[in-house]
C-alpha cells in the first residue's frame, strides 16, 4: 500500500512492499557465519523495514535501511532475482590494481563496501544490473577514447 505523502520513488515503494518477502527471503538464507554481527543487524534492518511497509510510517533514515537490505539481498540469487524483476539495480563492489598505468579489475563483491586495498590497489562502488555490468561499467571509465 503506498501512501499519499509517502517520499518513495515507485522502485523503492515496490521493495517496501515486499518487505514480508524481503525478511522472509533474509530469514531463509540467514546462517550462522564469521560475521554473524552483521547477519543479526541485516535481519533487524529487514524487521524495520517490514515495519514500515506495514504502518507507512515516514522515517526520515528508512533509505539507509533499505540500502542495508538491497546489499545483502544482492548477494543471494533468489534477492538478486527479486531485485532485478523490481527493476532495482544492486550495488556492487568492485576491486582491482593498476597495470601499466590502467585500472584492472579483478574482483567484485555485491553490497557497497570499504575493503583496505595495498598500495596499488583501488576500489569504487558501483550500481548496476549484475557483477558483469559492474565490471563494465569501470572498465568504460577508465580506458581513454581512441
Known sequence: MI????ITTEAEAAVL?????LAA??????HPTDDTARDDVMLLVADLLRAHAETGIEMQTWRAALDVVLDHLAAEPE????????????????????????REPVAVLPGR????VAIGGWSTQVQAPTAADAVRAVSRVDRPTA
Open 113 to 116: 563496501r570499504r575493503p583496505e
Open 79 to 102: 534477492g538478486a532475482d527479486l531485485l532485478h524483476r523490481l527493476g532495482r539495480p544492486a550495488w556492487f563492489t568492485v576491486i582491482g590494481t593498476t597495470k601499466d598505468g590502467q
Open 25 to 30: 527471503v533474509n530469514g531463509k538464507h540467514w
Open 3 to 6: 501512501h499519499p505523502q509517502d
Open 17 to 21: 512492499e515486499h518487505a514480508d518477502r
